[in-house]
């Protein structure tokens, strides 16, 4: 069993992931006040992608991503909906799924929402009202930031550098600005509402992390994770919440790096998105994913047409390789792994062999995914020079570690039909026509064609069966 390394934010360090019992990995995820755009599913992939590796290395990994489905971001999206925020909130939370579903990584083992968590939120509240943690006001609840001795240490900031920006509450109810709301009164405007001991409300933005995590994981875990922008105040006050209860909580902070457009991160406040719903449209999963992994997790990562080129131009290269030495034995999952299967990855000596442990190697040392998959293409270019046996089945077990197996199948050759209409699709795009675009598109998938777009133009691949 390889020793798997993620680095700290916390302490800067690289700690090692316990190779025995469960890996608690929670991962924060969407507000959903809008259809997530690709930034939204960088922690998504990475994560996924972090679980499935861990649990191909023999790890007993469990995942967990929540949703915030009540938020005031919601109640002013739902309010220009001109809908119920609850049923706005649901609807989103149902595009989110969709979206991400078409990413083929599968589910988190676990999903829970915000407004399923009321009971264990108001409890966790309680409990720090009582050890004087926290304080009523005005119908709100908020933390006493300076009664917690460690605040700060995650995001190493001082008290005069803090701001706690939005889900902050009333300044006004505050004893010191610092504090930040538990709990938050109902408000006229608002159209939901929970009863608590505080009277009516529903829960500020951090506490309901605290709660989730101990829910699914327990009071201490191996892994929390997230984009970068929420180390603080997001998961600043998680640690002051949770740690103030007398919870472990998480063992090793794990944060994303943000995508940009320009050198601005992507965000769906400041308008400059690009929904994960149209860059799946446009170029397909397996370009989207090739993307998103292509620079280390901890770092920025550039978002553009030039990158998403270059991605479908290595996914097309993956392909013409498959095209050229075709997979021997099927199924899902390693191929080492699958009975039948036709890769056996020993001798240590042969070249797929070293390339296949490498890529390993590359993912265990804080889950470098650019490395790793610089030794899938050291392969794909070793297997064209001259014939390795094995060689496509361990690079196919390389890529279903980072969701990218697909690549591998070859694909059937579209009928009369479905090439004029893609044809018909492509012609409808040109004319700005998205709404024909898209019904076609429906048309096509009905048929059992997905249309993906390629250095070489677009092309129709076979959907994989449901």
């Not at 992608?49 to 109640?75: C, P, W």
């Not at 915000?114 to 933390?143: C, K, N, P, R």
């Not at 919440?241 to 601005?264: D, L």
Request: hydrophobic letters at 40%.
């Amino acid at each position: 069993m390889r020793e798997v390394r993620i680095r700290d934010t916390l302490s800067g360090e690289l700690r090692e992931v316990e190779p025995a019992g469960q890996v608690g990995i929670y991962a924060c995820g969407p507000t959903v006040y809008s259809r997530i755009h690709i930034g939204n599913a960088r922690p998504f992939v990475v994560f996924s992608l972090l679980a499935r590796f861990l649990r191909s290395e023999g790890r007993d990994a469990k995942l967990v991503i929540n949703v915030t489905d009540v938020n005031d971001k919601i109640y002013a999206a739902a309010r220009d909906a001109g809908e119920p925020s609850v049923e706005f909130a649901a609807a989103m939370t149902r595009a989110y799924a969709e979206d991400t579903d078409r990413l083929g990584l599968g589910r988190p083992d676990a999903e829970p929402l915000a407004t399923e968590t009321i009971a264990g939120i108001i409890s966790l509240i309680a409990e720090l009202i009582d050890s004087e943690h926290a304080y009523e006001s005005g119908g709100d609840v908020y933390f006493r930031v300076r009664s917690f001795g460690g605040y700060g240490k995650l995001s190493n900031r001082r008290f005069e550098d803090m701001d706690q920006g939005e889900e902050t509450g009333s300044a006004s109810l505050k004893e010191d600005p610092l504090d930040f709301a538990l709990w938050k009164a109902s408000k006229p405007d608002e159209d939901s509402n929970w009863d608590s001991p505080w009277g009516p409300g529903r829960p500020a933005w951090h506490i309901e992390c605290s709660v989730m995590a101990e829910q699914e994981l327990g009071a201490s875990f191996a892994i929390h994770g997230g984009g970068s922008d929420l180390v603080f105040p997001h998961h600043e006050n998680e640690i002051a919440q949770s740690e103030s209860a007398g919870r472990p909580f998480a063992r090793v902070w794990m944060h994303n790096g943000m995508i940009e457009t320009g050198a601005a991160k992507m965000s769906k406040s400041d308008g400059n998105i690009f929904q994960l719903k149209a860059a799946l449209d446009r170029y397909g999963s397996e370009v989207v994913i090739a993307y998103l992994i292509s620079g280390h997790y901890r770092q920025p990562l550039a978002f553009g047409e030039a990158q998403m080129e270059q991605a479908a131009a290595q996914i097309e290269r993956l392909k013409n390789f498959f095209r050229e030495h075709p997979v021997r034995g099927s199924g899902e999952g390693p191929l080492s792994q699958q009975r039948g299967g036709s890769f056996d990855p020993s001798p240590d000596s042969l070249p797929q062999s070293r390339r296949l442990s490498s890529f390993r190697d590359a993912l265990a040392d804080d889950f470098n995914t650019p490395r790793a998959m610089a030794e899938a293409f050291e392969l794909v270019g070793e297997a064209n020079r001259e014939q390795i046996p094995g060689a496509p089945e361990a690079l196919r077990e390389m890529l279903w570690l980072v969701g990218l197996d697909s690549v591998s199948e070859v694909e059937d050759a579209a009928d009369s039909e479905a090439e004029a209409l893609m044809a018909a699709r492509e012609d409808a795009r040109a004319a700005k026509d998205f709404a024909r675009a898209d019904e076609i598109r429906d048309r096509l998938a009905e048929l059992g064609w997905e249309v993906r777009d390629s250095a070489e133009g677009p092309r129709l691949v076979a959907r994989a069966a449901a």
